[in-house]
């Protein structure tokens, strides 16, 4: 899976550096893909991160087999 960040995550990554590029995968891997409130081409993925137990929601886009990841943080 190779990952593309936007410009928007760039800019909050340096706030949430605990969010790493494999837990993004790993949430986008194990997780159902939801319709994004929002915007009719994002896309939603939200998992419990093991052994922390902390749930992790990240927002994305799919152009061909890139992931554009618009953002990700914790819900708890």
Same mark, same amino acid.
């Not at 929002?38 to 922390?52: K, L, Q």
């Given at each position: @899976?190779?990952?593309?960040?936007?410009?928007?995550? *760039?800019?909050?990554?340096?706030?949430?550096?605990?969010?790493? +590029? +494999? @837990?993004?995968?790993?949430? =986008?891997?194990?997780?159902?893909? *939801?319709? +994004?409130?929002?915007?009719?081409?994002?896309?939603?993925? =939200?998992?419990? =991160?093991?052994?922390?137990?902390?749930?992790?929601?990240?927002?994305?886009?799919?152009?061909?087999?890139? =992931?554009?990841? *618009?953002?990700?943080?914790? *819900?708890?």
């Amino acid at each position: @899976m190779e990952l593309e960040h936007s410009k928007h995550w *760039l800019r909050k990554r340096k706030y949430r550096s605990d969010i790493t +590029d +494999d @837990m993004i995968e790993y949430c =986008i891997q194990n997780s159902n893909k *939801l319709e +994004d409130k929002h915007w009719e081409d994002a896309w939603n993925a =939200i998992t419990r =991160i093991h052994p922390s137990g902390r749930i992790l929601k990240v927002v994305y886009k799919t152009k061909g087999k890139t =992931i554009k990841v *618009l953002t990700a943080y914790w *819900l708890d």
